[in-house]
Every structure is written in structure tokens, then in C-alpha cells.
């Protein structure tokens, strides 16, 4: 088999399989592993695909971020199984950061029978929870980032850094076991790290077809996080390499 026909071979079963082991490889391509591991290799080099303890996965890059309306219909049970299960780490009394995005406005809808402080970034977020008498709303304030109608900027991420939340979740567009969290602007990856630096519980929330793929700019390690909350549509390769790590994983069910 020629060498670039066996890489191609490579890469289209890399795009049907979240993350694959070279004994795959193996029996996928009929090559031997030696000769897998050095395609590997090359393609590693040419920036194709990325390497983990629990196998590799195609590099997949993300270099901006879709606007709300974008996400707003995009694996949409998915995004309510995970904040269902978001919702039941909250305890009535609770001060809580919600990052932006669609996932964390699923997650507010199903906040709103309880007692709660609520800081967030989000405009939507803060308009949708201001008509809860129970609950006290704070909008970090700043720049509107246009794409996700959210607060960017010095004067919020100063608001974050001033607070000692019960929990913070984040959200991502991008994340993997090698890169961790990832977001294609450095304001953005800034903002991101102030909305956990000083909760006292961390908590990532990201569905499972943004797992595998990589932004500019890293926002934190998965180790950062004391619960990471995802989908069961995530791959089981990749399930197995993240149930190895020090974090609570959780799979929500899609209804």
C-alpha cells in the first residue's frame, strides 16, 4: 500500500471515530504497528492529528466562535440532559457564576425554583432569571462581545476576581484531554479563567461533539475543574481516557 493512500486510509477513520488506538489502526488499515506508528508520526508533525495516552484523534481546529444563534438549536437534548443534571450540584442559598452560551441558559431555566445569588456574563441569562423575585442577579458588565451577547473585558473579569462563589460553570466550544479548555480569542480565555479561579466548586459543562477539538488560546486543564459534565454521546475511547483523570465525570442522558 503507498504511503500517502495508507495516511488517507488513517485520516478517514479518524473523522468517524472521536478517538482511535494503533491496534485499531492495525486492524482497520492492515498495516503492521510499526508501520501505523510511524504514519502516526508524520502526521502528528504535520499538525493532522493530535496524541494521548488513550489513543489519537484528528487536530480539529476552531477558529472562531459561532454566535448564539448559531448554538441555539445545535444538540439541543444534549444540552438539556447536562443542565439537568448541572442544576441538581446547586443547593437552595447558593452564590453561582454561569459562564455564557446556550448550554448555561438551559441551565438557568432550571435554576429558577430556587433561593439564589447569580453572577453571570450572559445578558440573556441575566434577563431571563431578573423576573425571579427569588433570585438576586448580578451582570459582570463591560464590553458586549456581539457574537455572544455577553460581557467582555477588564471591568467584569475585575467583578469576577472580587467574588468567592459557592460554584462556577463554564462553558466551551473546545475541549480535549491534551489541550484541556480552549477558546479562540485571549479576552475570551482571560474572562474564562477569572469566572473559576475563586469558586469553591469548579464545574465544566460541554457537550460531546466539542470534544477532540483545539482553539488559539488555553483557558485551563481539565484537572482545573472538580466536575466535568458532558453527553453520552461521547465516544468511549474517549470516555475511558477521562474517567482516568482526577475530576468527577458525569454522562448525562439525553430524554
Not at 12 to 22: E, G, Q
Not at 25 to 34: G, M, Y
Request: contains cysteine; glycine residues 6%.
Amino acid at each position: 500500500m503507498k504511503g500517502q493512500h495508507r495516511l488517507d486510509q488513517i485520516v478517514a477513520f479518524l473523522k468517524s471515530h472521536s478517538l482511535a488506538t494503533v491496534e485499531q489502526l492495525v486492524e482497520a488499515i492492515d498495516a503492521s504497528p510499526a508501520t501505523i506508528r510511524r504514519d502516526l508520526i508524520k502526521l502528528d508533525e504535520q499538525g493532522v492529528i493530535s496524541r494521548s495516552h488513550g489513543g489519537v484523534a484528528l487536530r480539529r481546529f476552531v477558529p472562531v466562535q459561532p454566535t448564539t444563534d448559531e448554538k441555539q438549536l445545535r444538540n439541543r437534548q444534549e444540552k438539556l440532559a447536562i443542565a439537568r443534571h448541572a442544576a441538581s450540584l446547586v443547593q437552595p442559598g447558593n452564590a453561582v457564576v454561569l459562564d455564557a452560551g446556550t448550554t448555561m441558559l438551559e441551565l438557568a431555566r432550571s435554576l429558577t425554583h430556587l433561593p439564589l445569588r447569580v453572577i453571570t456574563v450572559d445578558l440573556h441569562i441575566a434577563l431571563y432569571l431578573s423576573a425571579f423575585k427569588q433570585i438576586e442577579v448580578t451582570i459582570i458588565g463591560g464590553r458586549i462581545d456581539d457574537s455572544s451577547q455577553s460581557c467582555i473585558g477588564e471591568h467584569g473579569r475585575r467583578m469576577l476576581r472580587s467574588v468567592w462563589p459557592d460554584i462556577a460553570f463554564m462553558s466551551c466550544n473546545s475541549w480535549s484531554v491534551e489541550a484541556g479548555v480552549t477558546t479562540p480569542t485571549e479576552e475570551k480565555s482571560g474572562l474564562k479563567q477569572d469566572i473559576i479561579a475563586t469558586a469553591r466548586r469548579k464545574v465544566l459543562l460541554a457537550d460531546s461533539s466539542k470534544y477532540g477539538k483545539s482553539s488559539l488560546f488555553s483557558v485551563a486543564s481539565l484537572q482545573a475543574f472538580d466536575d466535568v459534565v458532558t453527553d453520552s454521546g461521547l465516544a468511549v475511547e474517549a470516555q475511558r481516557a477521562l474517567a482516568a483523570e482526577p475530576f468527577t465525570l458525569t454522562l448525562a442522558e439525553p430524554e
